[in-house]
C-alpha cells in the first residue's frame, strides 16, 4: 500500500491504475485515510479501519467518502478524522452505510437533497424547477428503497412525460444529479445512477419573437392597464355571477411595478428574477446601467436604454423597500408577473406567449438591425456564444442585400445588360 501525502497537487499527479483493480494511496499523517483510484482515472477518498475490539482477526472494513473534486482534501481529511474517532469509541462505520442505505427510500433521498443541495447552492428561480422534477419522481417512486429504483422504472416515469419532452428532459437531468449527489456522500452505492442511458426527447425549439404589430398591441394594452384598466371575464355559469359588476364596467387596473417590470424586460432582454431582484442601489443613472450584484450567470451589468430610464424614472420607490419593482410583503420584491402577463396577453390577442420571450424578441430586433452576435450576446449576459447563435439566423439584412446585388445582375444580363454591368465568365484552358 503505497504512501504518499494526499496534498490536492499529489493526488491531481495520481496516474490511472494500470489493472482492473484499483489503486489504494494511503496519507502517512492519517492512518486509515486514502484514495482509491480505478483503471479510468475516477478517483475517492477512503477510509479505512478495524472495528474496535475486533483485534487482528477481524478483516478490515473501508468506507468511501466521496469523489475526488466533490471534497476537497482538507474536507477529506477532517470528514475522515472524524470517522475515525467515532470507530475509537465503538462505531462501525461501515455496517450503518450499508443498513442505512438499505433502509433509504426515494422519498428520504430526494428529500435530503433538497435540504441540503436545493436550499443551499441553487438559485431560487432554478430551485423552483428542480423541486417540480423532484415531485414527479417522489410520487411515481417515494416508497422505493434508493438503491433498488432500476432504469426501468425511470424509463417509465420518463415515458409518461413524453407529451411535455422539455420538462421530461430537465427532470431526467434533475434525477440523475440526485444520484450523482447521493453516491459522493455514501448515501447509494457507487456507481448506481438509474438516469443513466435514458434517452432524451427531440425538443423543438420554443423562441417565440414578437412582431412590430405585436410590440403595438403590447404596448396599447400596458397603456390601458394602467389607465383605464383591462377587461376581464366572469363566469355566467357560477352562482355569484349575478352580483358581478356589468360587462362594460369589468376592468381591473395593473399594479405600476407589474407593468414596468414587463416594460423593462421587453426593453432590456433581462431574465424575470434579473428584473424582479434588481435594487435601486444597483442602478447608476448616469451611465445607464443595472449592476447586478448576482444573477443567472453571476455579477452582470443591465444596460438601460433611454427608454428604460424613463420607465424607472416612473417608478414610485417605496419606504423600506430596496428593490426596483416592490412586492406586497415589507421590504420583497415582486413574486411573479403571472396574473398580469395573463391579463395583458389577453388584453393584446397574444397566444401561446411567455414572460422569456420578450427576452428572445430583443434579440431578435438587436439581430435583426445587424448589430452583431457578440454584442447581442454582452447585452443578454450570455457567457458562451453558442448560447447567443440561436438568433444567427434573424440577421437578415447582409443576405437581403446580398441576394437583392445578386437578383439585380442576374436580371440586368437577362434584360441585355440594361441597369448593370456583367463580367463574363472565363473559359478553362488555353483560351485566356
Same mark, same amino acid.
Given at each position: 500500500?503505497?504512501?504518499?501525502?494526499?496534498?490536492?497537487?499529489?493526488?491531481?499527479?495520481? !496516474?490511472?491504475? !494500470?489493472?482492473?483493480?484499483?489503486?489504494? /494511496?494511503?496519507?502517512?499523517?492519517?492512518?486509515?485515510?486514502?484514495?482509491?483510484?480505478?483503471?479510468?482515472?475516477?478517483?475517492?477518498?477512503?477510509?479505512?479501519?478495524?472495528?474496535?475490539?475486533?483485534?487482528?482477526?477481524?478483516?478490515?472494513?473501508?468506507?468511501?467518502?466521496? $469523489?475526488?473534486?466533490?471534497?476537497?482534501?482538507?474536507?477529506?481529511?477532517?470528514?475522515?478524522?472524524?470517522?475515525?474517532?467515532?470507530?475509537? *469509541?465503538?462505531?462501525?462505520?461501515?455496517?450503518?452505510?450499508?443498513?442505512?442505505?438499505?433502509?433509504?427510500?426515494?422519498?428520504? *433521498?430526494?428529500?435530503?437533497?433538497?435540504?441540503? /443541495?436545493?436550499?443551499?447552492?441553487?438559485?431560487?428561480?432554478?430551485?423552483?424547477?428542480?423541486?417540480?422534477?423532484?415531485?414527479?419522481?417522489?410520487?411515481? @417512486?417515494?416508497?422505493?428503497?434508493?438503491?433498488?429504483?432500476?432504469?426501468? !422504472?425511470?424509463?417509465?416515469?420518463?415515458?409518461?412525460?413524453?407529451?411535455?419532452?422539455?420538462?421530461?428532459?430537465? =427532470?431526467?437531468?434533475?434525477?440523475?444529479?440526485?444520484?450523482?449527489?447521493?453516491?459522493?456522500?455514501?448515501?447509494?452505492?457507487?456507481?448506481?445512477?438509474?438516469?443513466?442511458?435514458?434517452?432524451?426527447?427531440?425538443?423543438? &425549439?420554443?423562441?417565440?419573437?414578437?412582431?412590430?404589430?405585436? *410590440?403595438?398591441?403590447? &404596448?396599447?394594452?400596458?397603456?390601458? &392597464?394602467?389607465?383605464?384598466?383591462?377587461?376581464?371575464?366572469?363566469?355566467?355559469?357560477?352562482?355569484? =355571477? $349575478?352580483? =358581478?359588476?356589468?360587462?362594460?364596467?369589468?376592468?381591473?387596473?395593473?399594479?405600476?411595478?407589474?407593468?414596468?417590470?414587463?416594460?423593462?424586460?421587453?426593453?432590456?432582454?433581462?431574465? #424575470?428574477?434579473?428584473?424582479?431582484?434588481?435594487?435601486?442601489?444597483?442602478?447608476?443613472?448616469?451611465?445607464?446601467?443595472?449592476?447586478?450584484?448576482?444573477?443567472?450567470?453571476?455579477?452582470?451589468?443591465? /444596460?438601460?436604454?433611454?427608454?428604460?430610464?424613463?420607465? #424607472?424614472?416612473?417608478?414610485?420607490?417605496?419606504?423600506?423597500?430596496?428593490?426596483?419593482?416592490?412586492?406586497? $410583503?415589507? &421590504?420583497?420584491?415582486?413574486?411573479?408577473?403571472?396574473?398580469?402577463?395573463?391579463?395583458?396577453?389577453?388584453?393584446?390577442? #397574444?397566444?401561446?406567449?411567455?414572460? @422569456?420571450?420578450?427576452?428572445?424578441?430583443?434579440?431578435?430586433?438587436?439581430?435583426?438591425?445587424?448589430?452583431?452576435?457578440?454584442?447581442?450576446?454582452? #447585452?443578454?449576459? @450570455?457567457?458562451?456564444?453558442?448560447?447567443?447563435?440561436? /438568433?444567427?439566423?434573424?440577421? =437578415?439584412?447582409?443576405?437581403?442585400?446580398?441576394?437583392?446585388?445578386?437578383?439585380?445582375?442576374?436580371?440586368?444580363?437577362?434584360?441585355?445588360?440594361?441597369?448593370?454591368?456583367?463580367?463574363?465568365?472565363?473559359?478553362?484552358?488555353?483560351?485566356?
Amino acid at each position: 500500500m503505497p504512501a504518499l501525502k494526499l496534498t490536492k497537487r499529489n493526488v491531481d499527479a495520481i !496516474q490511472p491504475a !494500470q489493472g482492473s483493480a484499483p489503486d489504494f /494511496y494511503y496519507d502517512p499523517d492519517l492512518a486509515g485515510f486514502g484514495v482509491r483510484v480505478t483503471s479510468t482515472g475516477s478517483k475517492s477518498w477512503v477510509v479505512e479501519y478495524r472495528p474496535h475490539g475486533g483485534g487482528r482477526a477481524v478483516t478490515k472494513r473501508r468506507v468511501t467518502l466521496g $469523489k475526488v473534486g466533490a471534497l476537497t482534501p482538507d474536507q477529506a481529511r477532517r470528514a475522515a478524522a472524524e470517522m475515525l474517532a467515532q470507530v475509537r *469509541l465503538g462505531a462501525d462505520p461501515a455496517t450503518e452505510k450499508t443498513e442505512r442505505r438499505k433502509s433509504l427510500t426515494v422519498g428520504d *433521498l430526494l428529500a435530503l437533497f433538497d435540504e441540503q /443541495y436545493v436550499a443551499t447552492m441553487v438559485k431560487p428561480g432554478t430551485a423552483v424547477s428542480h423541486r417540480i422534477a423532484l415531485g414527479e419522481l417522489r410520487r411515481a @417512486h417515494g416508497g422505493v428503497k434508493a438503491e433498488a429504483l432500476s432504469r426501468a !422504472q425511470v424509463a417509465s416515469l420518463h415515458a409518461r412525460m413524453a407529451d411535455r419532452p422539455y420538462a421530461a428532459n430537465r =427532470a431526467a437531468a434533475v434525477w440523475g444529479k440526485v444520484f450523482t449527489w447521493g453516491a459522493s456522500r455514501g448515501l447509494v452505492p457507487e456507481g448506481h445512477n438509474p438516469t443513466k442511458g435514458l434517452q432524451k426527447y427531440r425538443e423543438q &425549439g420554443r423562441e417565440r419573437f414578437l412582431t412590430s404589430d405585436e *410590440l403595438a398591441r403590447l &404596448g396599447t394594452a400596458l397603456a390601458d &392597464g394602467e389607465t383605464v384598466g383591462l377587461p376581464y371575464e366572469v363566469d355566467e355559469a357560477k352562482p355569484n =355571477a $349575478k352580483h =358581478a359588476a356589468k360587462p362594460e364596467n369589468r376592468r381591473v387596473m395593473l399594479d405600476p411595478f407589474a407593468v414596468g417590470a414587463i416594460r423593462l424586460l421587453i426593453l432590456t432582454g433581462a431574465r #424575470l428574477r434579473e428584473i424582479l431582484d434588481a435594487k435601486w442601489s444597483e442602478v447608476d443613472m448616469e451611465r445607464g446601467v443595472i449592476f447586478l450584484s448576482d444573477s443567472k450567470t453571476g455579477r452582470k451589468p443591465i /444596460y438601460l436604454s433611454a427608454a428604460a430610464q424613463e420607465v #424607472l424614472a416612473s417608478l414610485p420607490r417605496i419606504e423600506g423597500n430596496p428593490h426596483i419593482i416592490a412586492g406586497a $410583503k415589507e &421590504g420583497a420584491p415582486r413574486a411573479d408577473l403571472k396574473k398580469p402577463w395573463a391579463a395583458v396577453c389577453r388584453a393584446a390577442g #397574444l397566444k401561446g406567449v411567455r414572460i @422569456h420571450d420578450l427576452r428572445h424578441s430583443f434579440a431578435s430586433f438587436g439581430a435583426g438591425a445587424s448589430l452583431g452576435l457578440p454584442i447581442i450576446g454582452k #447585452l443578454l449576459g @450570455h457567457t458562451q456564444a453558442a448560447t447567443t447563435a440561436r /438568433y444567427a439566423h434573424l440577421d =437578415a439584412d447582409p443576405l437581403r442585400r446580398a441576394v437583392d446585388t445578386i437578383g439585380a445582375t442576374i436580371a440586368a444580363a437577362m434584360e441585355g445588360n440594361k441597369g448593370g454591368d456583367v463580367v463574363p465568365l472565363r473559359k478553362s484552358g488555353g483560351n485566356k
